[in-house]
């Protein structure tokens, strides 16, 4: 069975930083396309970030040259350093994984697991 569970969320002041952390079991790791989503109250859910089987990432241009993400396949966990962090980060942050390889991100509804989340709340 399945399993992603995100931790690592909180409240902190902008420009502080925060890492989440995606937990994985129940399948092979290494062999998922794994992403990372956000959803703030009244709005889509938004892809973030996310990492191919060959370690190649992706970025949403509204959080680029901020948050980094990174995975372990040892550990089978999946990261996201969050830097100098805005109030239009606030959301609830979700980790995502979509299995085999992809020669394009996929898209929301192609990902076939979902963690249950961790709040982010950014405040000035």
């Known amino acids: 069975q399945v399993q992603l569970v995100e931790s690592g969320g909180g409240s902190v002041q902008v420009g502080s930083s925060l890492t989440l952390s995606c937990a994985a079991s129940?399948?092979?790791?290494?062999?998922?396309?794994m992403a990372w989503f956000r959803q703030a109250p009244g709005k889509e859910r938004e892809g973030v970030a996310s990492?191919?089987?060959?370690?190649?990432?992706a970025y949403a241009d509204s959080i680029k040259g901020r948050f980094t993400i990174s995975q372990d396949n040892f550990e089978n966990t999946l990261y996201l350093q969050m830097n100098s962090l805005k109030p239009e980060d606030t959301a609830m942050y979700y980790c995502?994984?979509?299995?085999?390889?992809?020669?394009?991100?996929?898209?929301?509804?192609?990902?076939?697991?979902w963690g249950q989340g961790t709040q982010v709340t950014v405040s000035s």
């Open positions: 995502a994984a979509a299995p085999g390889y992809w020669s394009r991100p996929p898209a929301v509804n192609e990902y076939t697991d």
């Open positions: 129940g399948f092979t790791y290494k062999h998922y396309y």
């Open positions: 990492v191919d089987t060959q370690n190649t990432t």
